[in-house]
């Protein structure tokens, strides 16, 4: 990686939000890697404290049992782009945390407020530690988690155009199902309390629906340079 020019450059924390289908891994992975920075998955994050409760029985339907045991799983995250890690109590869970079990019940263990006071705090100091700086990924980055990234973007596309995508990924999934599936996820995480899906005031919007990912990839690349630049 010719990381050199990079490394020399001012730390700089980038904020990308925005649903699911928008190319929000692909592109913040991507601008990571090109510009050496860390990089940050935060919806893996929620995806493995899920997990967490799925394989220890916890009631998914009692809010307050969530809660209750939301400080106990170790979530630990690997920062590096080309090579992004998680684990929970020292188990790999990159696989098990991307199966249809642990992606239905992801929005109701993400609403309650404690798991979000906790994996924020896990956010915040992974993002404050990266040396070089961070490109972090989710859904409430821009407002909650980092309000004072220095840049904040926020990607979107049409549900049909994240459905086609979401469904190629997950290979031969039917797309009507898979939309469907998308708005019901949306609506979930943009109306629930505790730090909903939002685009900050001051983000950059990028439709990203009729955009290739390297053109959206070189979109952010740019608008991460100027912002260092401008440092």
């Known amino acids: 990686m010719e990381n050199g020019a990079a490394r020399t450059a001012q730390p700089v924390i980038v904020a990308i939000d925005g649903p699911s289908g928008t190319g929000k891994s692909s592109t913040s992975k991507a601008v990571a890697a090109q510009l050496g920075l860390s990089y940050l998955d935060t919806g893996a994050q929620y995806r493995a404290i899920t997990w967490w409760m799925v394989t220890n029985g916890i009631?998914?339907?009692d809010p307050s049992a969530i809660a209750a045991v939301?400080?106990?799983?170790?979530?630990?995250?690997?920062?590096?782009?080309?090579?992004?890690?998680?684990t929970v109590d020292g188990v790999d869970v990159a696989g098990p945390i991307r199966t249809q079990e642990v992606t239905a019940k992801v929005s109701a263990?993400?609403?309650?407020?404690?798991?979000?006071?906790?994996?924020?705090?896990?956010?915040?100091?992974?993002?404050?530690?990266?040396?070089?700086?961070?490109?972090?990924?989710?859904?409430d980055i821009g407002t909650t988690v980092l309000p004072d990234a220095d840049l904040k973007i926020f990607l979107t596309a049409s549900p049909e155009a994240?459905?086609?995508?979401?469904?190629?990924?997950?290979?031969?999934?039917?797309?009507?199902?898979?939309?469907?599936?998308?708005?019901k996820r949306d609506a979930a995480d943009s109306s629930?309390?505790?730090?909903?899906?939002?685009?900050?005031?001051?983000?950059v919007e990028v439709d990203t629906t009729d955009l290739t990912l390297a053109?959206?990839?070189?979109?952010v690349v740019t608008l991460v340079e100027e912002k260092r630049a401008a440092k």
């Open 109 to 139: 263990v993400s609403a309650v407020p404690e798991v979000r006071t906790r994996i924020t705090e896990l956010q915040r100091s992974l993002a404050t530690s990266a040396e070089d700086g961070i490109v972090v990924e989710g859904r």
């Open 59 to 61: 009631d998914m339907e």
């Open 70 to 86: 939301a400080g106990k799983p170790e979530i630990v995250s690997g920062t590096d782009p080309a090579h992004p890690t998680i």
């Open 215 to 219: 053109q959206v990839i070189e979109c």
């Open 192 to 203: 629930r309390k505790a730090s909903p899906l939002a685009k900050a005031g001051d983000a």
């Open 162 to 183: 994240r459905a086609a995508r979401r469904s190629g990924e997950l290979k031969g999934a039917d797309v009507h199902a898979t939309r469907e599936a998308l708005i």
